[in-house]
Nanobody, 115 residues
Framework: QVHLVESGGGLVQPGGSLRLSCAASGSISSFNAMGWYRQAPGKQRELVARITSGGSKNYADSVRGRFTISKDNAKNTVYLQMNSLKPEDTAAYYC?????????WGQGTQVTVSS
C-alpha cells in the first residue's frame, strides 16, 4: 500500500492559479495510473484528471484547457496545475494511485475559489 500526501491547496480569487502536489511514499511507476479527484459539499467525488504510466492524460470536461496534470517519476510526485480558477472549482482535492486491482487515496487538500 502506498501513502499519498497532497499539498498546495488554499484560498484564491476567481481567475487565479494553484499547483497541487501529491507525494507518494514509493515508486509511482508501479501504478497503472495516478490522478486527481475532487469532492464538494453535498456532491459525489468526481474525476478531475488522470495520467497513466505511459503518460496518457484524461480530463474532466469542466477543467479541460484550464488544468494540467503531470508527474515526476524521479520525485514520486504528481502535480495538478490549475489555472483560470472558478468558484465551482471549490472542493477538497484528493490524489489517487491505481493498479488494476487496488486504489490508494490521500487525505485531501482544500481548494477554495472566492472573491
Amino acid at each position: 500500500q502506498v501513502h499519498l500526501v497532497e499539498s498546495g491547496g488554499g484560498l484564491v480569487q476567481p481567475g487565479g492559479s494553484l499547483r497541487l502536489s501529491c507525494a507518494a511514499s514509493g515508486s509511482i511507476s508501479s501504478f497503472n495510473a495516478m490522478g486527481w479527484y475532487r469532492q464538494a459539499p453535498g456532491k459525489q467525488r468526481e474525476l478531475v484528471a488522470r495520467i497513466t504510466s505511459g503518460g496518457s492524460k484524461n480530463y474532466a470536461d469542466s477543467v479541460r484547457g484550464r488544468f494540467t496534470i503531470s508527474k515526476d517519476n524521479a520525485k514520486n510526485t504528481v502535480y495538478l496545475q490549475m489555472n483560470s480558477l472558478k468558484p465551482e472549482d471549490t472542493a477538497a482535492y484528493y490524489c489517487n494511485a491505481a493498479t488494476r486491482l487496488v486504489d490508494s487515496w490521500g487525505q485531501g487538500t482544500q481548494v477554495t475559489v472566492s472573491s
